[in-house]
Every structure is written in C-alpha cells, then in structure tokens.
C-alpha cells in the first residue's frame, strides 16, 4: 500500500495507525487529506483535480472515499483524516481507539476496490446493484477486518472505549438541544455516530436538531422581515 499525505496539520502516530496485517491493500494508494471540499493544494494532477471536482460539497462527516483507476493511474483512497480524529481526545491519538477507527473506514473502501477491480468482496455471483448492495458488502467486509482485529486485547479495550467516548459525546448534544443550541447539538451527535454507528438514536436526533435548526432560522427571518414592513 502507497501512502501518500497531503495534510498541512499533523496528527500524533498517523503513520503508526497505518499497518493493518489483516487488511490486503496491496496495489492500491492511499492519501490522506484535511477536509473534503478539494482546497487549496488538492490537486496535485490532473487525477486529482478530478478527484478533487468529484469531491465538491461532500457532507462534512466523510471520512473516506474511494476512486477507482484511471488510465495509469492507481485505485485512490482517500481518507479525510481530521473526521477520523474527530471526537476522539488527544490522549487517545496514540492508542488503538484510533487505529480501530482508521481500519473501519479504510476497510470499507477497500471493499469498494475489491469490487470494482472483481465484480465481488466475499464469494463470486455476490449482487453488487443496486448501490445499496455494493454498500451493505463493504460494511461487511469493514466487519470481517474489524473481527480480526478484535482477537488483540488491546484493540478490545479500544472497541470498549469507542462507545463510551460516543456516550458522552451525545449527553452533551441533549444539553445543546435543551438550551435551544441546535447546531451545536447535531454537530455532537453527528461525532457520536461517527464513533459509534450503531447509534441510531444519534442518527435520528442529527436530523431533528438540523430540523429544528432550520424552522429556528426560518422564523427570525420571518420576523426580520415583519420589522422591516
């Protein structure tokens, strides 16, 4: 696997992160980058301007994406590294919590490049269309790398901690909602569904603060413009 970064913001052990014996990704480039809206310095070919106009308007919470080939050019995954890290505490940067959240993300996409380049992630004749198909066989092949790992005892403290860390994170998003904070709220249980995607609860509630957001500045427009008239 060929790592390249173009972060301009280091992150503690990233490189130490990067080695995963469970998951094959040989042949294929992986880069890290700062956020996903293609800024300054993205585009260091005219791959990556492409990558990069693709990429344009991406929600904020992607953490990776996958680019398959293009004419000589390798397979690309890139991964958003601040949304990897992202509610994590910096005495956590150099333990497996970050590992394990790293190995979930890439592993997925690699799924997506076992596809593209075999037609299947597990056994031949697997239906990868519609897309809902291709994406519930990366899930699970993020699954199989993750249940590996997790025969380390280390990485199962790190899976213990995860949702711990998500805990915390959506009690303060329900004191946001409370105190009327909605964008700070879906901000936080956006976070804690990234640590933890088995947090529907987290899903939902993200929708009902951006909701609830939206009717709040809808209503102080309204009556901006009734004090105007």
């Known amino acids: 696997m060929k790592i390249v970064d173009r ?20 042949g294929r480039s992986v880069r890290y980058r700062g956020d996903p809206s293609g800024g300054a310095g993205w585009a260091s070919n005219a791959h990556f301007a492409r990558v990069a106009s693709q990429n ?17 050019l390798p397979a690309t995954i890139v991964l958003y590294v601040p949304s990897l890290y992202r509610g994590i505490p910096k ?31 597990f056994e031949r004749g697997e239906r990868v269309e519609p897309r809902e198909y291709e994406e519930e066989l990366a899930n699970r092949y993020s699954f199989s790398v993750r249940k590996r790992m997790l ?27 409370r105190d009327g904070r909605y964008e700070k709220a879906a901000a936080r249980w956006e976070t ?21 957001l939206a009717t709040k500045t809808q209503d102080r427009t309204t009556d901006l413009l009734k004090n105007d008239l």
Do not use: M
């Open 91 to 121: 005495v956590y940067w150099l333990s497996p919590v970050i590992t394990l959240q790293l190995a979930r993300i890439l592993a997925h996409e690699v799924g997506h490049h076992l596809i593209k380049q075999r037609g299947y992630v």
């Open 7 to 26: 972060l301009t913001k280091r992150r503690a052990g990233l490189s130490w992160h990067s080695t995963f014996p469970e998951l094959d990704t040989r």
């Open 192 to 212: 804690t569904f990234c640590l933890d995607p088995n947090r529907a609860d987290a899903d939902y509630w993200y929708y009902e603060a951006k909701k609830a």
């Open 151 to 177: 025969r380390r005892w280390y990485y199962r403290v790190a899976d213990w901690l995860t949702p711990d860390l998500a805990g915390w994170h959506y009690v303060i998003g329900l004191c946001e909602w």
């Open 56 to 72: 344009r308007g991406a929600e904020p919470g992607r953490r990776g994406q996958y680019f398959g080939p293009q004419g000589d």
